[in-house]
């Protein structure tokens, strides 16, 4: 399956994927209206340091352990994808418990969201993919 | 192969997944008391709560979950006896089911200390199940007029209290310890968490237990008493065994697996709360009762039933749970040099020995605590990572580049 991988070599700490992820998933019709004086809430967060930057995402593992942990169902593999039902999350945040990379985190509405590979939005491959100028995100099989 | 599996909670589920990831078509037959489908035990208190709903908590899996993989289900069905030597599991209605591989996965029933004049007390009940979930909600009604009492602060008599509040005239919770989630939280943070439930309402009567109740009335140790309408015990639980002692397996307090999750008797396996396995660390058998452990040691009984060589070797106490707005995790143990930090409401506790992260907890701000939690289940040695960097944040950076490599850029775990 493809999957959303990082090399920090390339990453140049410019945050674009975090805004085209918080774009991708805002159901608006344009970056402005969906970003311009707003704070963000993306699934894929940049960690910095001196001069090391990194984007981390959900991995999608083979053997979630978000999904074995989670107590309402919200959570599930489709084909490979580990995707999240929002309507049945009760924020119990047992995900964040178990999760090795901290990819999951609270929406801005109080539940849990993470990263589903753009493919329940309009834009059906993953954003921060599409934003990141030095290729230091791709999706590919690996 | 036919595989049988009793119960049906979170252990038979990880069961089903271990068998079909090895054996695609060898004939599941699940025998479960309840009469209910697969749903998560731990939501019950949002359900009282209205935080969820009947329809949503009975769909914790797809309704074509079983028939998709095979599995016949009987519920509303208990099994009386396994006969090791015959392989075969009878039911209570009579019906004999053969097979080739068991698994028990038959959980906890809530225990209930003796208490003086407890039988008379009419409207009670323990709060495990959805069908007690309902016998409380009928009990309380709507008019808000119910006085409740919960006798026990663990885990199961707090998230009862959250979930009734709103629906109750006053919620009381007495516990015999000193201390409220005794068994969840470190000693310095019960406090805490203590406050902020009660200016949420609840009243705690901590370090009594009722010594004697009459119509209306518990009468506690320390000589007060509490009027109540409605009465939940939730003062524990114990592994159900009898099915396993039936079937001649070991059993220490609960049915004794390795990390096979193999009981003594061949053929037949046992995870989730029924179950007691030697910690990783000190060797003695314990019980874990939470929802992924039962999740992980099903599957790794499953996928060894079907042939398959799974180890589940990694298991860890942890809980992630939060009272009226105040998340909370905490995972391993509370033991080691501690260090404490607090920022505006979140509190973080690290517990660190021999070059490990022993145990944590975080109250308020729990952001990517899984982090940590990996940190305690990977035995992760803290001289190989930025401990004081990672001790501020959960973060990723505080591995070496070529770690990093791994987790982002390396094939999926």
């Known amino acids: 399956m493809k999957r959303v991988y990082v090399d920090e070599r390339w990453c140049l700490g410019c945050h674009l994927c975090e805004y085209y992820c918080a774009f991708a998933n805002s159901g608006k019709s344009s970056m402005i209206k969906a970003l311009k004086d707003r704070h963000i809430v993306p699934r894929i967060r940049i960690e910095e340091r001196n001069n090391i930057s990194f984007a981390v995402s959900c991995r999608h593992c083979t053997d979630p352990l978000c999904v074995k942990s989670c107590i309402s169902g919200a959570l599930s593999v489709e084909n490979g994808a580990v995707l999240i039902d929002s309507d049945k999350c009760v924020g119990c945040c047992s995900c964040i418990m178990a999760c090795p990379y901290g990819a999951l985190s609270h929406s801005e509405s109080g539940v849990i969201q ?28 690996r | 192969m036919r595989y049988v599996i009793l119960g049906g909670g979170a252990a038979a589920i990880g069961c089903i997944e271990g068998i079909r990831a090895v054996d695609a078509s060898g004939p599941i037959t699940l025998v479960g008391a309840e009469p209910h489908p697969f749903y998560g035990r731990p939501l019950i208190s949002y359900l009282l709560e ?14 074509d979950y079983e028939e998709k993989r095979g599995v016949r289900a009987l519920r509303g069905v208990r099994a009386a006896s396994v006969d090791a030597e015959g392989r075969t599991v009878l039911l209570e209605t009579g019906e004999v089911l053969p097979y080739d591989r068991l698994c028990l996965c038959v959980g906890s029933t809530p225990f209930v200390p003796p208490m003086e004049g407890l039988d008379a007390v009419r409207e009670k009940t323990s709060f495990m199940t959805l069908d007690d979930a309902d016998r409380l909600s009928a009990m309380l009604g709507d008019a808000k007029d119910k006085r409740a009492l919960i006798v026990g602060a663990g885990l199961i008599g707090l998230k009862c209290a959250e979930g009734i509040l709103a629906r109750a005239a006053s919620v009381d919770v007495v516990e ?38 009459e119509p209306g009335v518990a009468h506690l140790s320390g ?10 015990l939730a003062v524990g639980v114990r592994p159900n065994t009898a099915l396993a002692e039936s079937a001649r397996c070991r059993v220490e307090r609960g049915v004794v697996v390795d990390d096979h999750c193999r009981t ?22 314990r019980p874990l009762a939470i929802l992924p452990n039962a999740t992980m040691q099903g599957e790794t009984a499953g996928r060894n039933m079907a042939g398959g060589r799974a180890v589940y070797d990694k298991a860890a106490p942890m809980n992630a749970t939060g009272f009226w707005g105040l998340h909370m995790i905490g995972a391993g143990r509370y033991e080691g040099e501690v260090y404490r930090s607090q920022s505006g409401d979140a509190t973080k506790l690290l517990y660190t020995k021999d070059d490990r992260l022993a145990g944590f907890l975080l109250l308020g701000d729990i952001d990517r605590a899984g982090i940590y939690t990996a940190l305690v289940r990977e035995r992760t040695p ?9 001790r501020e944040t959960p973060q990723l950076m505080a591995f070496s580049a070529t770690e990093r490599a791994k987790k982002l850029g390396g094939a999926a775990q």
């Open chain 1, 114 to 141: 993470k990263c589903e590979l753009c493919k329940k939005n309009e834009f059906g491959v993953p954003q921060c993919v599409q934003g990141c100028p030095n290729k230091a995100i791709v999706y590919e099989e």
């Open chain 2, 50 to 63: 209205g935080k969820t709903t009947r329809e949503k908590l009975l769909a914790y899996r797809p309704a």
């Open chain 2, 176 to 213: 015999l310890a000193d201390r409220i989630l005794p068994a969840v939280l470190p000693p310095e943070a019960s406090p805490i968490v203590q406050k902020h439930i009660e200016a949420a309402g609840v009243r705690f009567h901590l370090g009594e237990s009722v010594k004697r109740f």
């Open chain 2, 223 to 232: 000589g007060g008493s509490l009027p109540f309408d409605v009465l939940v």
């Open chain 2, 264 to 285: 003594s008797v061949e053929d037949i396996y046992a995870a989730g709360d029924c179950t007691v396995f030697p910690d990783p660390d000190t060797g003695a058998l």
């Open chain 2, 382 to 390: 803290l001289s190989s990572i930025d401990f004081e960097l990672i």
